[in-house]
């Protein structure tokens, strides 16, 4: 009686040698008497097979991750905090990445994302040598770890395009040790060095660009404190086109007499989404804790945030952008792509939900929320100013979720308010600063097309990253590789 599907495949050897073929054991143990293998029992420890077909993308970097010990933030199941493969789609539905797989520039942005630090470098833009010392210093390290994107045709294996980490190199045969991800078709396999170059110097097809590979390492820090790109939303790729490409035509082909000009340039042509691109994130608090005193970990992460959003209200471009939306509210010329609700009982509901999906794993579900009911209240935190805490019941799949959200706030001075009267109690994160970001976000050239010198001059003034308090400053850098990432794989040059 014949069997339906396949039951592994054979590996293809030569090129191959298995990892646990006699030949290939005792390329592992001269690998580890030379130094090599140092990275390799990390992720042994936490080696996991793709759950889907097309997830090696994702299964390769929720391995690295929790290699590297970086804490997800969110639940997996049950009360543990863990990176799992279907929970890494910050980037791309998941329903996408299952039919299509992922890019290198997604997986790229994913790990930033996720908190870990990036160094990606497609073939075109390294080369065989720096391959191989990228791969040696990866070995002989625990910090840091190797994740190759190459094409499975050039070494002789069935399929297309496939990720995988490197675990061990073997310097005197010069072969590398794949952690195969995928291991329902191949184990674990030492190719040669230079005929995996050759593997990861091939196009993919679905970008373009040529394949590679990224060090993946530890931020010291949050590497983002309250804001992040998001491509969720199905216009990101319109929203960053224009704020690439389209913008700078814009500055060209107008006669720009002032800051409010070009505001209104770039504000008033913008496609549908262009504030769905950026996201600020908030504190979720798990049921159990919603009744507790605010632990010292949630403390210094509101501190930071809530100084990243005193820092925004204190640029001279905030102030530019708020006098910029009061000019449009006064004389009823509506925005069309700044039409949100911007009160904090208005994005209460929203914001709950994502909340839900943050505790149940299900981050951005296609399953849906409904809230219940939702709740806006003061929280005491010793002798401070009170924390506004969301409170909500959500419903998803007939089961009932409690989730509670601590938000930001800065008290933004009267003299700025004049968007919203009631803004000086409308403290947390709002258009305005999201706008503001973004603004800085864009890179320093997007400017460069202006007519007007002198206006030129204060744009650049106005968006200049060095000048920025710290904290600010790397909450702009982090935006900045995200948008990079993102949009290299647009074929656009940020």
Request: glycine share 6%; net charge negative; hydrophobic share 40%.
């Amino acid at each position: 009686m014949a069997l339906a599907g396949l039951y592994r495949r054979n590996l293809p050897s030569p090129p191959a040698i298995e990892f646990a073929s006699p030949d290939g054991k005792q390329l592992f143990k001269e690998a580890l008497e030379g130094g090599t293998a140092e990275g390799f029992f990390k992720l042994i420890s936490y080696y996991q097979t793709q759950s889907e077909p097309a997830y090696c993308g994702l299964a390769t970097l929720s391995m690295v991750l929790n290699a590297l010990a970086i804490d997800p933030g969110r639940t997996w199941k049950g009360p543990w905090r863990w990176f799992d493969d279907s929970m890494l789609d910050c980037c791309e539905p998941l329903e996408k990445i299952k039919s299509k797989g992922i890019s290198f520039g997604k997986v790229a942005c994913l790990a930033v994302c996720n908190g870990a630090q990036v160094e990606p470098f497609r073939t075109d833009q390294s080369s065989l040598d720096n391959f191989r010392r990228r791969v040696v210093s990866c070995t002989s390290s625990e910090d840091c770890h190797l994740i190759v994107s190459y094409s499975r045709a050039v070494l002789q294996q069935t399929g297309t395009g496939h990720f995988s980490p490197i675990g061990c190199y073997h310097a005197g045969k010069d072969m590398v040790l794949i952690l195969d991800v995928a291991r329902f078709k191949y184990p674990p396999h030492w190719v040669p060095l230079s005929l995996l170059w050759d593997a990861m110097n091939t196009i993919d097809n679905s970008t373009g660009h040529r394949r590679g590979f990224m060090v993946i390492s530890r931020c010291q820090k949050a590497a983002s404190f309250l804001y992040t790109l998001s491509c969720r939303d199905e216009h990101w790729g319109t929203v960053a086109k224009y704020l690439i490409e389209d913008v700078p035509l814009l500055f060209a082909s107008e006669n720009l007499k002032n800051v409010n000009d070009a505001l209104c340039v770039v504000l008033k042509s913008a496609p549908p989404g262009l504030l769905d691109i950026i996201k600020w994130i908030v504190e979720v608090r798990r049921e159990d804790d919603s009744n507790t005193i605010l632990s010292d970990e949630e403390k210094r992460r509101l501190v930071l945030k809530e100084e990243v959003l005193k820092q925004i209200r204190k640029t001279e471009l905030f102030k530019h952008v708020m006098r910029y939306l009061a000019f449009a509210s006064s004389t009823c010329n509506s925005v069309a792509p700044l039409n949100n609700k911007d009160g904090l009982a208005d994005i209460a509901a929203d914001i709950c939900c994502q909340g839900a999906e943050l505790l149940t794993g299900k981050i951005w579900s296609s399953n849906g929320f409904c809230c219940k009911e939702t709740n806006v209240k003061l929280l005491k935190a010793d002798n401070k100013e009170p924390v506004t805490m969301v409170s909500s019941t959500v419903i998803t799949d007939g089961n009932e979720q409690r989730v509670d959200m601590l938000i930001p706030s800065s008290q933004m001075e009267p003299s700025s308010s004049d968007f919203d009267q009631n803004s000086c109690c409308r403290v947390h994160p709002s258009i305005a600063d999201g706008l503001t970001v973004l603004l800085f976000s864009l890179p320093p050239d997007a400017w460069l097309r202006l007519k007007e010198e002198k206006l030129l001059a204060e744009m650049k003034g106005l968006t200049s990253v060095d000048s920025l308090p710290t904290l600010l400053r790397e909450e702009v850098l982090h935006l900045q590789r995200q948008l990079h990432f993102l949009m290299t794989d647009l074929n656009i040059s940020s």
